[in-house]
């Protein structure tokens, strides 16, 4: 079945950066787009970013452009977000997501606070 592990959020100061990673399994990754959302508190979940199923079209939220890039490698079967300039507005749980399927993570929290 459809397996998506999100790994490295953690707290970060403001300005700072993390990498954010999702192990994929179940499916035939390399076919798919994947996207990366996020849910703060008492918000709806949200499209971060998206990555076509050879990463050639990318594609952000304009609250993140300029300082988040998503990647991907197929033969890991792995999805990576990179964030920079990371800002309290930043703060969320993190989850992957493959673009035409139901199937969610469990999510990995990142927290920006001074």
């Known amino acids: 079945q459809v397996q998506l592990v999100e790994s490295g959020g953690g707290l970060v100061q403001p300005g700072g950066s993390l990498r954010l990673s999702c192990a994929a399994s179940?499916?035939?990754?390399?076919?798919?787009?994947m996207n990366w959302y996020r849910q703060a508190p008492g918000k709806e979940r949200e499209l971060v970013a998206s990555i076509s199923s050879a990463g050639v079209i990318r594609t952000y939220a304009d609250s993140v452009k300029g300082r988040f890039t998503i990647s991907r490698d197929n033969t890991k079967n792995t999805v990576s977000l990179q964030m920079e300039n990371l800002k309290p507005d930043d703060t969320a749980v993190y989850y992957c997501?493959?673009?035409?399927?139901?199937?969610w993570g469990q999510g990995t929290q990142v927290t920006v606070a001074s």
């Open positions: 997501k493959v673009r035409d399927l139901p199937n």
């Open positions: 179940g499916f035939a990754f390399s076919r798919y787009y």
